[in-house]
């Protein structure tokens, strides 16, 4: 059977997908960086999936072509790598689009990129004749963590650079996995990736309050106030706690979802489809309850990280975790543990080496349902009886470690027809070493020796809708005062709703103040009970946006950043919204910025929506030396899409394993009832 259009490449398709782009550059050194399926356009899409969702799809109707997007470095005689995207049907066995990139953008990098920094800091002089100015104690051996250059500064040469964040770790215990991070050295080797050289150390200063911006002020024996900080369970000082119980989800009759084909989720009312790529991870499809259309793709498309240390260089401390090296390529192998529980249901991925060869990249993501507390509940106080459901969420989630942090990613179904896009952080905050006894007005002193820098997270959620069809449009509504008058206000208890459709491609911002929330309607259909038109609503998280000065580098590169929420017209492959190419960019090109210059028509039309929202981290000691997880959600809401509580037939049935602790027996310690 053929695949779905949706379906990621199979290793067989990757293969012969690299087999046409070798075969096109013969004689030529390929170095290859991903290679995933290029998603059909909309249209295309849109006329298979109406055929399927009609039943009238047979295995003679037309598909759209299985197309694979290829990025290859073709390695000139000079060893300069010239990046190229081409896409290539597989069936057909051709390529289909070519693009040359120019040397203005820079690919997104790659894991064996980062290896290489490490390989050439360790065969460096200059790095070497550095690291000799420190004087580290006995037992501790070097340990560099790559990072993306960020922003060119304005006397960089336009190349491909790399930098390195520099610490020690205690080796005396024999546990490789002692946490390093509490031993931060005051150094960032910068490597020329084409020359894959060391063509500079910078010196970091290391003072706080008073000390200035430069001035270099720590001693040789750089860590001799430093102290360990270990996280994992046994290298804690105390161990683990002993008190806690197992607390298990059983579901002996199995899961409530079905999956079939690789791809398509069927659970309590909702049809979806999962896929996955190297650049947003876990994507959205095709989004369905009980037959009708709501979303048509859902992912996170970006993320910024920007470190506010005004010390030269932490102004190039800013990485785009999806553009810079790809969500998709950090993700997590989510075995059997702690990252999901009950009956899972797992997803692979298929990844490329640098030869281009696939392979499979297990568990990325994985499918489970949860409890999530009382769903609905009404007490009928004449009679006593209780009416009570729970609330049960079905979950797609994929989980990315970018060095030091990590990065929780989940698609929530609910019962109600509810979806929730969810982001958590978690994972050891970047540090920088400062001299024992100061602090610092750039961060906040989390260990001795260790300054965790201020900073903020801000991801952008795209959401694609379709809302009984694809012909939308997003309405701002807000609840405002109304001034007491004798004609409609006598009493002054009345305020209005007052709703202003989006016309054209624009943005705007959260006002928690006036209740200002974003309803995604299909003015053709309307609800039978209210004569409303469909919608599906958002409030958008009221977070800080980001606070660097408009005119800085940090800000010009992430324009999406500066609005809570973006309406652009739908534009295929239009999918990044800090653009296609962030690493070392100086500004935001092919952005939510550029797609809404473009002043376009999105009333009634394929529209899209672009949700920003994101997280200022202050760093308190409590994110020492693992921090407790962040919670950040995006929640879509029908409203006046159905015309009762959708979840009203959920059954209210007990459930026959919770038990009652006895009075007398809540604070034994034998743990027997």
């Known amino acids: 059977m053929a695949p779905h259009p949706l379906q990621i490449l199979s290793l067989e398709e990757t293969q012969r997908a690299r087999d046409i782009v070798l075969a096109l550059h013969p004689g030529t050194a390929i170095d290859f960086r991903e290679i995933f399926l290029q998603e059909p356009t909309k249209a295309d899409l849109k006329n298979f999936l109406d055929l399927e969702h009609s039943g009238y ?17 073709v390695i000139g005689p000079d060893r300069v790598p010239q990046y190229q995207e081409s896409v290539v049907d597989v069936e057909r066995g051709q390529r289909v689009a070519h693009e040359v990139i120019g040397k203005e953008f820079q690919a997104t990098l790659t894991l064996s990129e980062f290896s290489t920094l490490v390989e050439v800091c360790k065969a460096s002089k200059l790095f070497q004749d550095a690291l000799a100015e420190l004087e580290l104690p006995e037992g501790f051996e070097i340990v560099i963590e790559p990072w993306p250059y960020g922003g060119l500064d304005p006397e960089d040469e336009n190349r491909r650079y790399f930098q390195g964040l520099i610490f020690a770790q205690d080796t005396r215990s024999g546990n490789p996995d002692s946490n390093f991070y509490a031993f931060p050295l005051p150094l960032i080797p910068i490597m020329d990736a084409h020359k894959q050289e060391i063509i500079r150390v910078d010196r970091l200063a290391t003072g706080g309050k008073g000390d200035g911006l430069s001035e270099k002020t720590n001693a040789r024996k750089v860590l001799e106030h430093c102290r360990t900080a270990d996280y994992v369970p046994e290298m804690l000082p105390n161990g683990t706690r002993k008190d806690l119980k197992p607390l298990n989800v059983v579901q002996p009759d199995g899961p409530s979802f079905k999956v079939t084909d690789e791809s398509l989720v069927e659970w309590q009312k ?7 790529n190297p650049r947003e991870g876990a994507v959205i499809h095709d989004v369905h309850y009980d037959g009708r259309s709501v979303m048509h793709r859902l992912s996170i498309s970006e993320m910024t990280v920007p470190y506010a240390d005004p010390r030269n260089p932490f102004q190039r401390k800013q990485a785009f975790d999806f553009g810079d090296g790809g969500a998709g390529n950090c ?13 899972i249901k797992y997803f692979d991925a298929v990844i490329v080496g640098s030869d281009g060869k696939p392979d499979v990249h297990p568990n990325v993501i994985c499918l489970h349902e949860q409890d999530d507390g009382i769903g609905w509940k009404h007490t009928n106080w004449r009679t006593g009886r209780a009416v009570v459901t729970r609330r049960r969420e079905l979950v797609v989630q994929f989980i990315i470690t970018l060095a030091n942090y990590e990065y929780i990613f989940a698609y929530k179904f609910d019962q109600s027809g509810g979806i929730d896009i969810e982001a958590r952080a978690t994972g050891i905050v970047s540090v920088v070493n400062i001299d024992p006894g100061k602090t610092s007005d750039y961060g906040n002193v989390v260990n001795p020796g260790v300054l965790a820098q ?15 069809g694809h012909s939308n449009t ?3 509504e807000e609840s405002l005062p109304v001034p007491m008058n004798p004609k409609t206000n006598p009493r002054g208890n009345l305020y209005e709703i007052r709703q202003t459709p989006i016309k054209t491609s624009s943005f705007a911002d959260a006002a928690p103040q006036n209740n200002r929330l974003f309803r995604i309607v299909n003015s053709a259909r309307k609800n039978g009970v209210s004569g409303k038109p469909v919608s599906y609503k958002f409030v958008p998280p009221p977070t800080q946006l980001l606070l660097a000065d408009p005119e800085s580098v940090q800000s010009k590169r992430a324009q999406f950043a500066h609005h809570h929420v ?6 295929d492959n239009e999918l990044y919204a800090g653009g296609r190419f962030t690493l070392q960019s100086t500004k935001e090109v092919g952005g939510v910025a550029d797609a809404v210059a473009r002043n376009e028509n999105v009333e009634n039309d394929d529209v899209v929506v672009w949700s920003v929202f994101g997280l200022t981290h202050n760093p308190r000691v409590e994110d020492w030396p693992v921090m407790p997880v962040e919670i950040l959600q995006v929640n879509l809401r029908p409203s006046d899409f159905f015309e009762e509580n959708p979840s009203i037939d959920v059954p209210s049935n007990k459930n026959v394993t ?5 009075k007398d027996t809540c604070c034994k310690r034998d743990g027997k009832l």
């Open 658 to 662: 919770s038990v009652e602790v006895q």
């Open 454 to 468: 201020n900073h903020q997270h801000i991801f952008c959620a795209r959401i694609d809708p379709a809302i009984d």
């Open 331 to 343: 993700a997590n192998n989510l075995s059997l543990g702690c990252d999901c529980l009950g009956v």
């Open 57 to 73: 799809l047979s295995p003679t109707s037309a598909r759209p072509p299985r197309l694979a997007k290829c990025m290859y470095d």
């Open 566 to 571: 973006w309406v652009t017209k739908h534009k």
């Open 474 to 476: 997003v309405v701002q």
């Open 270 to 276: 909702w049809r979806f489809r999962v896929s996955f």
